[in-house]
């Protein structure tokens, strides 16, 4: 009899190396079975036995699983949605969903920090910085911010680092989302700055900036360029959140006066997801670009001359400032922020300028519909939202119109907020008018709709600047000359569908079909975050769970998914023990320890949540110094706050002395945060809540299978115990109050849409099938540690010797005996056709090696040969076969036209330099650009779309 | 070519050239060596005040961004233009056409010597 069981189990599609693959590894390893080897390498003291009553059903197969998630998403109701708020309908051109949503060429694809293989996305996100800043009028944009709440959260404080005023005083528009508000009052509390919220039209307090909405929350439109001179008189900066889609017809913030522009670009053409993901976006004026927060693409050249894309200043985040960082995100929505650039170079100029004519059309239609049934609305001039006064009969107009299918904006008792977006007919405003009225509307009305000619926008803020005038957003109108300019992008690019990317730390596992299925539903993308609770019960039932399965599997109480990065559950955490500590009276609890080893995320998420750092000392072994620890403990038993440590240490070991390191933290009255990065080496095996965490966060864009997206979406539950559960990211406008502290994201939920993939996957695993993956990962790792070992020495290890998930390869020898180095080896790789590991991080000079549990041992045994030949090529180097500044190391990566081009002059042959393995000859990935100029690109900044005789020969 | 020998120096690997009252300030070759290929500098407004010990303005690399800091107390009497449209100065002529600001100052703090700040970079 077949085994039916065993056929049908995901986890054996998941995890790559079968039983035969691992026996192979274990003997290489040493050891007789997973299980032992885990054990060996987890210290005992935190060993977890598995759980009697766990919340985990036993392992679905991928039919099960979407069958359940297909009876939770029809729980959702997914009316047509008017209530605004910064998320509207959009159409997503089907040509994006299908070529960019649903390509894993796109949606597997890392961060771009090696851009010799990250072209094809670097320069969409060129385009998508081209699109922000030529709308808003400024003059440099970022690659895009988690969403607009955060986006505005940073512009202030980015207003706060630029000004000299020296008042601390932040003004806010009255008329701001109320989200915004939410947001902007948790952060500025943490770091002392006082929030001021102002109508904006009369005297201003002296302060060191100003926010605007505009067009405002209300629908209003209207000048603000006296408000902003009048900040700018005092010595403020102006922050101004403008929707994209209007500024096509309006006068951008950037000729406003604006400093820094923000916002967010879901409209164009991303769903709302039930809140997320989107790209926000923040762009700047001139002289503030080293000020920008979060990533920034740039225009550089490779060692040819030729132009090429590659991430700019980027010393100035996290991993190198530290607490002195512009911000604390790493993160970036670049797989939102493509798809929002696309719907620009799919639309033009003329079409997104058509399409906000026809929505601003249909809003003068509401209003002159309103106004035949005698309804007036709150401001003369409007885009596409208006607040309609009707006598204490709100509640019965939100009502009537549920009936007709249509959500309205409930303000108060006595205002109802209607907006309309580009997917509005006619008969939707004739449902919303039918609701006003009370009654089927009458010949008269209707017909007035036709005859709608008011003006809806000052005349003087009409653009009259152009926008969108770079060719790449007029040549690919036709739907093959869109779908052949995604191929063509996604063709310079390596991501999963390629080969393995073996980064440390980031933990590229499979994102697998099943897991990305749900994702574009209409059930779960054609949510508004702010839709009532009835509307959304199989959402929050399907967060609900996994929220329980996530508290159980790391051992903690409660679980908020709200935050939407690593960072920001960082940031969430941290804020929930400060919460914490003021309730409890100690208001001096502000040390943060971190130890030097620490992510630079750690250090910044601790300055944005209002602690001071103080830094722990490494031992050799790569282990906390515990001498230190407890003597910095010592020295601020009193005002210690929290000690923030990673588990497996970012070295990728398990400590042995961890339980130690959290009891002398809880002796003084301190807390401990856990950070979750390296979760994928502990499920199954051990939690942090039982060995001493009383809050972490967890990256569900590793351990749980949410792909990368080329550098975004994230999503960073913090889970916490009982104690600090209170203070966990709640949301004013949550349909259900889950937690009751402030909130990090825009949205109650945060990314609700890519939550899916993280419940897909626990639920198709199992617990036996979490366990599984541990120990494939664990395994694939110290086979990899073992068999490169006699080639680069491997830096740190924990009991007997083994290492995690990852493993830190030194190549400080190398480049002392060779002169090559850890970057040299990084290029070479590409040759080889292979992405490189994390290079110096957490240890400069070295590379870190991640395999995953889901790479097979073919392709592990693959990069492990191209390694080994590598130092092979190096000590050719050292012996003088090939010169030092003339060997196929040095001047990697190789591209088609530079072995093609001219004579070849070079110490090495043709082959060595492209076809190093012969298996390259029939399957090679052909980088598009040489090594890229870092220098040039941060002396000369470009961030916009270069002219396209810059790619001429 | 500046006499290195002659110049006095912070222990923020500064150097510091004084004549009269004025100390015209850059960075040491050593430092500009740890730094790699410096990309941008930041530096402060002339006729501001500034405080030793204090940042007074960035020294940016494609590995990482340096702070200034002020060794003496006093006025910024000159910022080098030169090495802001240039900031590639600072690595190939630290000593020269790489200096970074001029300060005019009335009392000059205890700083290095030359053979104190080879101690302690060990060069």
Redo the contacts between chains.
């Keep these: 009899m077949p085994d039916h069981s065993l056929a049908g189990r995901f986890a054996d599609r998941h995890i790559g190396t079968d039983a035969a693959a691992q026996a192979t590894m274990l003997a290489a390893v040493g050891y007789d079975s997973v299980q032992a080897l885990v054990e060996a390498a987890v210290p005992a003291s935190i060993h977890v036995a598995p759980l009697a009553d766990s919340t985990i059903p036993a392992a679905a197969t991928e039919r099960q699983a979407l069958a359940e998630l297909r009876a939770l998403a029809v729980k959702n109701v997914v009316r047509r949605s008017m209530i605004g708020l910064g998320y509207y309908d959009t159409i997503t051109p089907a040509v994006i969903t299908r070529n960019v949503l649903e390509n894993p060429s796109w949606y597997t694809a890392y961060t771009p920090y090696q851009p010799e293989i990250s072209q094809g996305r670097l320069e969409a996100l060129i385009n998508f910085q081209t699109m922000v800043s030529d709308l808003t009028g400024m003059t440099t944009a970022n690659a895009s911010m988690l969403d607009e709440g955060t986006a505005v959260v940073e512009g202030m404080l980015l207003a706060r680092r630029a000004s000299d005023v020296s008042s601390n005083v932040f003004i806010v528009d009255a008329d701001a989302f109320p989200q915004t508000k939410a947001l902007l009052a948790n952060r500025a509390g943490a770091v002392g700055i006082t929030l001021v919220e102002s109508s904006l039209d009369g005297t201003l307090p002296e302060a060191f900036g100003i926010f605007v909405q505009y067009p405002g929350a209300s629908g209003r439109v209207w000048d603000p360029s006296s408000v902003i001179a009048a900040a700018h008189e005092q010595g403020g900066l102006a922050v101004v959140a403008a929707d994209l889609l209007a500024m096509t017809l309006f006068t951008p913030p950037g000729e406003l006066g604006a400093d820094v522009a923000v916002g967010t670009t879901q409209r164009f053409g991303v769903p709302m997801g039930f809140g997320g993901p989107h790209a926000g976006y923040l762009a700047v004026k001139a002289g503030l670009e080293?000020q920008l927060p979060g990533r920034l693409v740039g225009v550089s050249q490779d060692a040819d001359g030729h132009a090429a894309y590659r991430l700019s200043?980027q010393?100035?985040e996290q991993h190198?400032?530290r607490e002195?960082a512009t911000s604390n995100i790493c993160t970036a929505q670049v797989l939102l922020a493509v798809m929002a650039s696309m719907y620009a170079v799919y639309h033009g100029p003329d079409g997104l300028r058509r399409i906000a004519r026809q929505v601003a059309g249909r809003a003068r239609q509401l209003v002159t519909g309103l106004s035949t049934l005698g309804l007036a609305v709150e401001s003369d001039y409007y885009f596409d939202t208006v607040r309609v006064r009707v006598l204490g009969e709100a509640h019965s107009v939100v009502a009537r119109a549920r009936l007709s299918n249509v959500n309205l904006h409930l303000v108060d008792a006595d205002t109802v907020g209607v907006s309309v977006d580009e997917t509005t007919e006619l008969v939707d405003l004739q449902a919303v008018l039918a609701a006003f009225a009370a009654q089927p509307l009458s010949t008269a009305v209707i017909e007035a709709l036709s005859r709608a000619e008011l003006p809806t926008f000052p005349p003087e803020l009409g653009r009259t600047t152009e926008y969108l005038t770079h060719p790449v957003f007029t040549t690919h109108r036709s739907e093959t000359a869109m779908m052949r300019y995604l191929k063509y992008l996604a063709d310079k690019d390596y991501a999963l569908d390629r080969g393995m990317i073996p980064l440390g730390s980031c933990t590229m596992k499979l994102n697998s079909a099943t897991e990305m299925e749900a994702v574009t539903w209409p059930e779960f993308a054609g949510i508004h975050p702010f839709a009532p609770e009835a509307d959304v019960t199989g959402y929050l039932e399907l967060i609900e769970q996994l929220q329980a399965w996530l508290a159980e599997v790391t051992g903690y109480d409660s679980v908020s998914l709200q935050p939407n990065a690593g960072s920001q559950g960082e940031l969430a955490g941290l804020l929930a023990i400060r919460g914490y500590h003021l309730a409890n009276g100690n208001v001096q609890r502000t040390v943060c320890l971190i130890p030097s080893s620490a992510h630079g995320t750690n250090a910044a998420s601790a300055v944005l949540s209002g602690m001071t750092v103080v830094v722990v000392a490494t031992n050799d072994l790569g282990n906390v110094d515990l001498d230190d620890l407890r003597a910095k403990i010592a020295l601020h038993a009193d005002t210690l706050a929290a000690l923030m440590i990673t588990y497996p240490s970012t070295h990728g070991v398990y400590e042995h002395e961890v339980r130690a390191i959290t009891d002398a933290v809880h002796d003084v009255g301190g807390q401990v945060y856990v950070d979750g990065a390296n979760l994928n080496a502990l499920l199954g095996y051990a939690r942090f809540g039982d060995f001493g965490g009383d809050v972490s966060h967890l990256n569900l864009h590793k351990t749980f299978c949410i792909p990368h997206g080329g550098g975004g979406p994230g999503v960073g539950p913090v889970a916490a115990k009982a104690h600090l559960a209170p203070y966990l990211p709640g949301h004013p406008m949550a349909q259900r109050a889950l937690h009751a502290g402030a909130p990090v994201s825009a949205a109650p939920y945060g990314s609700p849409s890519i939550l899916p993939i993280s419940w897909a996957y626990v639920r198709m695993m199992g617990t036996d099938g979490l366990k599984a993956a541990t120990g494939a990962a664990v395994l694939a790792a110290n086979y990899v540690a073992v068999r490169l070992r006699d080639h680069y020495p491997v830096l740190y290890a924990g009991d007997n010797g083994l290492v995690a998930h990852e493993c830190i390869l030194d190549l400080r020898p190398l480049k002392e005996a060779t002169g090559i180095d850890n970057n040299d080896v990084a290029k070479r790789l590409i040759d080889y056709g292979f992405h490189a590991p994390t290079m110096s991080f957490p240890v400069s000079g070295t590379l870190m090696v991640e395999p995953t549990e889901s790479e097979d041992l073919a392709e592990i045994d693959r990069f492990i040969d191209a390694m080994i030949a590598i130092k092979v090529e190096a000590d050719a180097v050292a012996a003088g076969r090939w010169p030092a500044d003339d060997n196929p190391l040095g001047n990697a990566p190789h591209t088609a036209e530079s072995v093609v081009v001219g004579e070849w002059r070079h110490a090495y042959s043709r082959q060595d330099a492209v076809y190093p393995f012969a298996s390259l000859i029939r399957h090679k990935y052909w980088p598009p650009v040489r090594r890229i100029d870092?220098?040039y690109g941060?002396?000369n900044l470009v961030c916009s779309c270069p002219p396209v005789d810059a790619f001429a020969d | 070519m500046t006499d290195e020998k002659s110049l006095r120096y912070t222990a923020e690997h500064e150097w510091v050239l004084v004549d009269g009252n004025t100390a015209l300030v850059g960075i040491t070759a050593y430092a500009a060596e740890k730094l790699g290929d410096v990309v941008f500098v930041d530096l402060p407004k002339v006729g501001s005040t500034v405080a030793q010990g204090k940042v007074v303005g960035e020294i940016e690399s494609t590995k990482s961004v340096g702070e200034l800091f002020a060794p003496v107390n006093g006025t910024v009497l000159d910022a080098n233009d030169a090495v802001v449209a240039s900031p590639e100065l600072v690595n190939s002529d630290p000593f020269g056409a790489g200096w970074l600001i001029k300060v005019e100052f009335t009392e000059l703090p205890p700083l290095l010597s030359y053979d104190e700040y080879t101690k302690l970079t060990g060069e």
């Design positions: 080293r200043l010393v100035r190198i400032r002195k870092n220098a941060d002396r």
